[in-house]
């Protein structure tokens, strides 16, 4: 009885420290499973955070800031896309007006404009 109450503990911590790292369901289960393994494999999994190119801090996947350095965060800039002369907005390359502002582009006079 006292193994079961100490591997549900285990469970619980292991999904205290997974869920400040956006996985607390499934470090609850190798809590579970693996008791006080469950908890140290917890303590050091990545979870859902990547790193920060200015201080390699570890920050949240949809951070627009690092809370460590409090630079802004860009995302990356999709492939196959141009930014809307008019919104800025990305949009994909050669659609005839951009989703966002509704606004009539043509390209061939926007790529001048990008060069």
Same mark, same amino acid.
């Given at each position: 009885m006292e193994v079961l109450v100490l591997w549900l503990a285990c469970g619980i911590i292991a999904a205290m420290i997974?869920?400040?790292k956006g996985e607390g369901c499934l470090a609850f289960?190798?809590?579970?499973?693996?008791?006080p393994v469950?908890?140290?494999?917890a303590v050091f999994s990545r979870g859902n955070r990547v790193e920060c190119r200015f201080c390699r801090e570890l920050?949240?996947?949809?951070? #627009?800031?690092c809370p460590? *350095?409090?630079r802004e965060i860009k995302?990356?800039?999709? #492939?196959?896309?141009?930014? *809307?002369?008019?919104?800025k907005e990305y949009i994909p390359v050669g659609v005839g007006a951009c989703p966002h502002c509704a606004g009539a582009i043509d390209w061939r006079i926007s790529d001048r404009r990008q060069s």
């Amino acid at each position: 009885m006292e193994v079961l109450v100490l591997w549900l503990a285990c469970g619980i911590i292991a999904a205290m420290i997974g869920a400040r790292k956006g996985e607390g369901c499934l470090a609850f289960i190798a809590g579970i499973l693996l008791g006080p393994v469950g908890i140290i494999g917890a303590v050091f999994s990545r979870g859902n955070r990547v790193e920060c190119r200015f201080c390699r801090e570890l920050i949240h996947r949809d951070a #627009t800031a690092c809370p460590h *350095c409090q630079r802004e965060i860009k995302p990356p800039k999709p #492939t196959g896309t141009m930014p *809307c002369p008019l919104c800025k907005e990305y949009i994909p390359v050669g659609v005839g007006a951009c989703p966002h502002c509704a606004g009539a582009i043509d390209w061939r006079i926007s790529d001048r404009r990008q060069s």
